[in-house]
């Protein structure tokens, strides 16, 4: 008995082996020397790498520039997938309802999630372009005025934020479609019978029934939109000034533009710290309402 038991946890061992491996080479090495790196004054140009320890979490927390750019970030991330929330919800709900035509608008639904994202940025920049963009041009054929959405800190905020929700709002809603077939139709039938209206059994059915699914949604978007790159790559460069940088453009300028790779790595912790704590709350509002 003892020696099939061994033989089975040789074999599981034999196995699993491979892929311990792969992930201690793709991802805890990587990790180590990224945490290592961001306690040293590593650069490109620099023959010697002093250990710093702790200064360069110091130097980051210290400077204005780097909070306004954390602060946006939060900013982006949270604003975008509550408006993703809520337009994909209202989109699957008009979705989910009996109408001519249903196939084709499920399907149009998809191309803005279809469009490559930087594709999408590098056409909406020039949609907004003051000088030669549709939207100026059409604006100032009604009021003689071309407006510069790019050049103001807040407009430019603003615009990044809807670009991005146009761009996920469609995926969020193929999710919630999917979960609002699943809900039971006796559950609105009965509601009706008890004379319950639209919004009672969209807050008192719809909502409850779908709530998992809102916050898996929900916290899988905060973690994919904390790494988001190319979209503001490709539409603000993180400008004016650094009015729209997030943290990934942030690692992208001071490692790849400027070659602090230590200083760099201090931002990628700190974004990895960010991107366990938001697992770690996504899985705990999980479990509390999974049933």
Same mark, same amino acid.
């Given at each position: 008995? *003892? ?8 074999? &599981?061992?034999?196995?699993?082996? $491979? ?5 201690? /080479?793709?991802? #805890? ?13 590593? *650069?490109?140009?620099? +023959?010697? *790498? /002093? ?21 946006? +970030? ?16 209202? =989109? ?23 469009? !490559? ?24 054929? &009604?009021?003689?005025?071309? !407006? ?21 709002? +469609? &995926?969020? #809603? ?23 209206? $639209?919004?009672?059994?969209? @807050? ?35 400008? $004016?000034?650094?009015?729209?940088? %997030?943290?990934?453009?942030? =690692? @992208? *300028?001071?490692?790849? %533009? ?5 200083? #760099?790595? #201090?931002? +990628? ?19 509390? &309402?999974?049933?």
């Amino acid at each position: 008995m *003892h020696q099939n038991k061994r033989k089975a946890i040789l074999v &599981f061992a034999i196995l699993v082996a $491979p892929v311990i491996l792969l992930r201690l /080479a793709t991802a #805890a090495y990587p990790i180590g020397q990224t945490i290592w790196l961001s306690m040293t004054d590593t *650069h490109l140009f620099e +023959s010697e *790498h /002093a250990f710093v320890g702790l200064d360069n979490y110091r130097n980051l927390f210290a400077d204005p520039e780097f909070r306004s750019i954390l602060g946006f +970030s939060l900013v982006f991330i949270v604003a975008s997938t509550l408006l993703e929330i809520f337009f994909g919800l209202l =989109i699957a709900s008009l979705l989910n309802t009996k109408f001519k035509g249903r196939f084709l608008a499920r399907t149009i639904n998809l191309l803005p999630w279809a469009i !490559p994202t930087i594709v999408a940025a590098y056409a909406f920049q020039w949609l907004l372009d003051d000088q030669f963009g549709m939207f100026s041009h059409w604006i100032s054929q &009604f009021t003689g005025m071309r !407006p510069s959405v790019m050049s103001s800190a807040l407009n430019a905020r603003i615009t990044l934020i809807l670009v991005n929700v146009w761009k996920n709002a +469609s &995926f969020m #809603a193929i999710i919630f479609l999917a979960g609002l077939q699943g809900v039971p139709q006796e559950l609105y039938e009965a509601a009706r019978v008890d004379g319950a209206g $639209p919004l009672t059994r969209f @807050f008192k059915i719809t909502i409850p029934m779908l709530m998992p699914l809102l916050i898996t949604m929900g916290m899988f978007f905060l973690i994919w939109q904390l790494t988001n790159f190319d979209l503001v790559y490709g539409l603000t460069s993180g400008g $004016p000034g650094t009015a729209t940088t %997030i943290v990934p453009l942030n =690692i @992208f *300028h001071e490692g790849l %533009i400027f070659f602090k790779f230590g200083y #760099a790595s #201090a931002i +990628s912790v700190i974004l990895m710290v960010f991107v366990a704590v938001l697992g770690l709350v996504g899985v705990w509002q999980f479990r509390r &309402f999974d049933y």
